[in-house]
Each structure stands twice: as structure tokens, then as C-alpha cells.
């Protein structure tokens, strides 16, 4: 009987499966992805017809430029975000089961009408027992399953489609089972909410300074799951609402400046930051302005914010050579390279960017995707780090374009990029002097053991303008001078371990592994003395 049950449930769900399938070829092919391939337009009405899953896939594709052209990630950012909202007592239950607790022993007031309705959740405002404000997001029941099946029908699909796009010739046909393949991975951390809990908390450590100047919601542990998310409330308005903030008594260059200022620090200083800096994720409270919704978290690594300064400094010195330079060690190459033809269009972009006087008038976003765009077109793939920080680039330069069109944000960049390399510059000037003060010490310290020794063998020796003999003592004396030479050898490798420690958080070239080679040098050494001293003290005993 069970076996009979299990083969009606496989044949259920085999059938829940096809008749899945066969809906996605049908918008498929009401598109006529076969003969027209899938332009931007398309793929955009196409996603929209699928349904809310394949919004939300939309929604992250329009950031990926590193898998997708720019035309089709302008396309997908208008993809709507707004869904059908789910009846109230879903999402009770849904909450009731991820807390195994009541409702009413969790809130003291729940709101039944949702702040926002989205293709992987919905959020409600509530008051807790302890009279905390909050919006807890609630992830949309049998959403993680159905994506997770639709993702397998795609992975069946794409290679027709792709093989269709191929076929076709289009400029612009994409490698739809590679990007497909991404996404599922990306998907899997956007419907676990712990993840987005865990960026929030880090994102409000590292990157808010001063809560009263600019702040984001504090997570509720206790009230926060993989299907759930709770955070404080933000009382507030978003930033697109420009004429509310005046109206409000609040000046707009003041709050621009300060969002660009700890977007920079975010970038330059943590080298972690908001991927994804919509309007809609920029609220307005009381003058403070606050980041909010981190399922998108991007990081970038010191050695690419080097580089990105590096271009940044190259544009300003119209520099072709020291840009072609930059860029090459920005992106690894796929084939073969014309250089000469890469430093004209180089060129090219230095003189469309650079022939203004004031550099206030630079679009910051728009350069660094022709920057992009260039190399894709010389065989240089640039790290996905790169292109989502371009993508979060031109997002909040139009954000603030705008909100505060007085600011800019490369003059901004300029500004910090030229703070950092005199901090980095003061900062090898002090570590120089420390190292040659370090070796003169070393020097000085390695003669030190000698010359005691010699001291003390000549007074055992009666050398000494001394006016008593010591006879006798020449045994004990030599056990002195040799305890002397190991207390200053154990000295020695500790100075060196502890400079090499401070080298360690510098950015002095080269590099292995993200450590400075004189560092690594140092702490070899430091550790060969100290275990030579410890052969010495062992042996001597």
C-alpha cells in the first residue's frame, strides 16, 4: 500500500513538473525566441510573463554585467518589483511556524496590510512586547521549492535556447546555461534570510561610523530564520521624495554628501558595500538618511580598490600608458590582445572624458562601464567584484543625479583616492624609517653579545682598571655572557616578529597572498632566530 502511495505521489509530482514545463515553453515560444533570439525587450516581457520567480531572476541579472550586455541590464532594472500581496493569515502562519510561537505572544500590534509586496516575500510592520517598532519579511510559502524546480526545467531548456541565439547570429545572444547556472547559485542565498541578516549586521559594523550621521536597521535575532526576517523600523520616507526633504526642513546637499561619503568609505575604506542602492533602499528619517534591504552585499579586495585608483590617477594625468597598464592587471585576458589598438581606444576614452577642464562634469558610472565594455571588446574579462561595483555605481549616481545634482561623485572619488595615497605615502615613510632604525637596532643588537662577553672575559681576566682580582670565576662568567647573547637574540626576533606584524597592515608592493614579501621575509627570519635561540638554551643545558 505505502509503495503504491509513494508511485501515485512520484507520478503526481512528475506531472505537477511537465505541465510546468510545458507553461514556460509556451511563453517561450509566444515570444519566438527561436527565430528572433532574445533581444532586451523581449527577455524583459518574457520574465514578466513567467511570473513573480522569474521577476526576481530579472531583478538580479540587471546587475551581472559581468554575464550580461549593459543594453539587457538597463532593460531588466525596470523589471516591476510589486506582486500580488498574500492573504494576512498565510503570513501569520508562516511566522507562527519558523518562532513555534502565537502571534500574539510576539507582537503587540501587527499590521495585516504589507509595506511591500516582492517575488520571494513580503514585508509587515509590527510592534513587539517591548514596544520596539519593526518589519518583519516573511518569504512567500512553496516559493524556494518552485524556484528550485523551475531552475532544473530551465537547465533542460537553455541549451536549445542558446543553441536558437547561436543559430540566429544576434549581436547580442547570450550563453543562456551559463547565466542560468549563475543565477541558481545566486538564488540560493536570496532565499535564505540568514544571509541578508548576517550582511546587515556586518554592514552596520564596519561601514556605519556614527548612527546619529547615517545609519541601517539592527536585526532582530530572535525573531529572524531562514524564511524570516526581522529588523527595526525605519520611520521614514525614500530618498526619491526630494521634495519632502525641503519641505521637510532638511538640506539636500548636506544629506547627499553624506551618502556619498559613506558610499566611498564603504568602497575604499571596508571594501564592502551596498550592491544594490536603488532609491527604494535609501530612506529618509528625520534628516538621518539609512540604508536598508542587504540581499545584495558586494565586496572588493584591496589589490582591485589599488588598481581603481590607478585608473582613477591615469585618467587624471592622461596617462595612456600607465591606463593600459592598470586595466590589463585589473582583468584576466581570454585571448589575444592587441595592445596598440587597446591603448588607441584608451586614448579615445581619456579624451572623451578628460577634455573638460572641470572633472565635476564626469560621469563616473558611465566611464567605468565604456572602461568595461572596452575590454570585453579586447578579450579581458573583468572579476564579477568589478562589474557589480560599476553596476552599484550607476545606480546610486543617478540616485543622487537626481536627488542633489550639485554633487558629483568622481570629484568625490578624486578627493578620497588622493586622502588615501598621502595616508598610504605617510604611512612607507614612517615603515622606512622604522626598518632602517630596525636594522641599524639589529646591528648595533647582534655586536651587543660580543662586546659583553668580552667585556666580562676581560674582567675575569684582570684587563679591568680595577683595583681588586677576581680569580675563579671564569665558568660562572661565561654562563652570564652566554645567557646575555640569548636574552638579546630572543629580543631581536621579537622586535622583528612584532614589525613584520605592522608591515602586515600596509599595502606595500609586492605581495603574496595579500601580505607584503618583506613581511613574510621578516616573519621567517623572526621565527628561525627564535628557534635557534631555543636550540642554543637547550643544548646549553
Not at 250 to 276: C, P
Request: proline letters at 3%; glycine letters at 6%; one cysteine or more.
Amino acid at each position: 500500500m505505502k509503495k503504491h502511495n509513494c508511485v501515485k505521489k512520484e507520478a503526481k509530482k512528475s506531472a505537477g513538473g511537465g505541465k510546468r514545463a510545458a507553461e514556460i515553453f509556451g511563453v517561450f515560444a509566444k515570444h519566438n525566441f527561436y527565430v528572433n533570439g532574445f533581444t532586451p525587450d523581449e527577455l524583459k516581457t518574457t520574465l514578466e510573463d513567467l511570473g513573480p520567480t522569474y521577476v526576481k531572476i530579472g531583478q538580479i541579472l540587471s546587475t551581472r554585467s559581468d554575464i550580461f550586455p549593459e543594453s539587457y541590464c538597463k532593460k531588466l532594472s525596470l523589471l516591476r518589483s510589486e506582486v500580488k500581496p498574500l492573504d494576512p493569515t498565510e503570513i501569520k502562519a508562516e511566522i507562527e511556524r519558523q518562532t513555534g510561537k502565537k502571534i500574539d505572544e510576539i507582537y503587540k500590534e501587527f499590521c495585516d496590510e504589507p509595506l511591500g509586496s516582492a517575488s520571494i516575500a513580503q514585508a509587515h510592520y509590527g510592534v513587539l512586547k517591548d514596544g520596539t517598532r519593526v518589519v518583519t519579511k516573511v518569504q512567500r510559502p512553496q516559493v524556494a521549492d518552485m524556484m528550485r524546480s523551475d531552475f532544473v526545467i530551465l537547465k533542460h531548456l537553455s541549451s536549445a535556447v542558446t543553441a536558437a541565439s547561436e543559430n540566429n547570429g544576434e549581436e547580442y545572444a547570450v550563453d543562456l546555461k551559463s547565466v542560468i547556472e549563475e543565477l541558481e547559485k545566486v538564488t540560493e542565498s536570496e532565499l535564505d534570510f540568514r544571509i541578508e541578516a548576517e550582511n546587515t549586521r556586518k554592514f552596520r559594523e564596519n561601514c556605519i561610523e556614527d548612527p546619529s550621521v547615517i545609519s541601517c536597521p539592527k536585526i532582530i535575532d530572535e525573531l529572524t530564520t531562514e524564511k524570516i526576517l526581522t529588523m527595526t523600523f525605519v520611520d521614514g520616507y525614500s530618498i526619491s521624495h526630494r521634495d519632502r526633504v525641503e519641505e521637510d526642513g532638511y538640506d539636500r546637499v548636506s544629506i547627499g554628501k553624506i551618502i556619498v561619503e559613506n558610499y566611498l568609505h564603504q568602497i575604499l575604506d571596508v571594501g564592502m558595500f551596498h550592491a544594490d542602492p536603488h532609491p527604494g533602499n535609501i530612506m529618509i528619517s528625520r534628516g538621518v538618511p539609512y540604508w536598508i534591504d542587504f540581499g545584495m552585499i558586494g565586496y572588493i579586495s584591496d589589490q582591485n580598490i589599488a588598481v581603481i585608483q590607478d585608473i582613477v590617477f591615469a585618467m587624471l594625468q592622461k596617462d595612456v600608458e600607465a591606463l593600459t597598464n592598470a586595466v590589463l592587471f585589473l582583468g584576466k585576458t581570454t585571448g589575444k590582445i592587441n595592445k596598440a589598438r587597446l591603448m588607441d581606444d584608451i586614448e579615445n576614452i581619456i579624451s572623451r572624458y578628460m577634455s573638460a577642464k572641470d572633472i565635476s562634469g564626469i560621469d563616473v558610472g558611465a566611464l567605468m562601464i565604456d572602461i568595461k565594455d572596452m575590454l570585453t571588446q579586447h578579450n579581458i574579462k573583468v572579476p564579477k567584484e568589478y562589474t557589480m561595483l560599476i553596476r552599484s555605481l550607476v545606480t546610486i549616481e543617478g540616485v543622487l543625479n537626481d536627488f542633489c545634482p550639485e554633487l558629483n561623485i568622481f570629484e568625490y572619488l578624486t578627493k578620497k583616492m588622493f586622502q588615501r595615497a598621502r595616508e598610504s605615502f605617510s604611512i612607507r615613510e614612517k615603515l622606512t624609517s622604522l626598518l632602517e632604525s630596525l636594522a641599524i637596532t639589529g646591528m648595533n643588537t647582534a655586536k651587543l653579545p660580543r662586546l659583553t662577553f668580552d667585556v666580562l672575559r676581560n674582567l675575569a681576566k684582570g684587563r679591568t682598571k680595577l683595583n681588586f682580582e677576581i680569580t675563579g670565576y671564569e665558568e660562572p662568567l661565561r654562563q652570564i655572557g652566554e645567557m646575555v647573547k640569548n636574552v638579546l637574540l630572543a629580543v631581536f626576533s621579537s622586535v622583528l616578529f612584532c614589525g613584520s606584524c605592522t608591515l602586515c597592515t600596509t599595502d606595500i608592493q609586492p605581495q603574496t597572498n595579500g601580505i607584503p614579501l618583506i613581511a613574510v621575509i621578516g616573519f621567517v627570519l623572526s621565527v628561525a632566530l627564535a628557534i635557534y635561540t631555543v636550540i642554543r638554551i637547550t643544548k646549553k643545558k
